[in-house]
């Protein structure tokens, strides 16, 4: 009987009222979890970059604590991160040729290595680095002997390589360098950063 009934209906119903009882298409969720990976083949294919893996906090703190922005994103406060090469080693020693410390250029590869780290640490938080809105601010601590007064030169080194990953605009960042007499584990380098990231 239901069979009749539904026969009957279809043929006294127009076309285009019968039409509405199929089941719609469904179309996706824009970024519903979508994963864009456009940095992270830029950094294997045309920048050659090999990622070290994310590093974990040294003592009791969280490598990234979040809050939200007025703006409806998310703020990433990224802990001091330290100069290690994707083998495991660590930079130390203080920079300041003329006092027989590093070079320059050695104390802009540590820092080039901290920004990596960071690099890492925002891949392992975030599972996608095209979530990253904008680089907003990193500060950089320059282990220096007293007579050293170019920190800004080694911090071009996270600087440099945080605009080789992201590009403008999203990696062009404001910035603070320091120096210090010391600190801690003898490491050249220490940065941190916020970052804005995207809704998922």
Not at 30 to 36: A, E, G, I, K, V
Not at 92 to 107: C, H, L, M, W, Y
Not at 109 to 116: D, M, P, Q, V, W
Request: glycine share 6%; aromatic share 6%.
């Amino acid at each position: 009987m239901s069979h009749t009934l539904l026969t009957t209906t279809r043929t006294l119903l127009p076309r285009t009222v019968t039409a509405a009882f199929r089941f719609p298409q469904l179309t996706p969720r824009p970024n519903c979890h979508r994963r864009y990976v456009h940095i992270e083949r830029r950094l294997e294919e045309e920048l050659k970059i090999t990622l070290p893996a994310a590093p974990s906090p040294k003592a009791n703190y969280d490598i990234v604590c979040s809050t939200p922005s007025a703006d409806g994103k998310e703020l990433l406060f990224v802990s001091g991160h330290l100069p290690i090469k994707p083998d495991g080693t660590l930079l130390t020693g203080a920079v300041g040729p003329d006092s027989n410390g590093k070079s320059i250029e050695e104390g802009y590869e540590a820092a080039r290595h901290a920004g990596l780290n960071i690099v890492a640490t925002l891949k392992n938080y975030l599972g996608d680095l095209d979530r990253v809105d904008q680089v907003v601010k990193i500060f950089g601590i320059v282990q220096s002997t007293t007579d050293f007064k170019h920190q800004h030169l080694v911090m071009d080194g996270c600087s440099d390589v945080l605009m080789e990953v992201f590009q403008k605009p999203v990696g062009y960042h404001a910035r603070s360098a320091i120096g210090t007499s010391t600190l801690p584990l003898d490491i050249t380098v220490e940065v941190e950063a916020i970052v804005r990231i995207k809704p998922e």
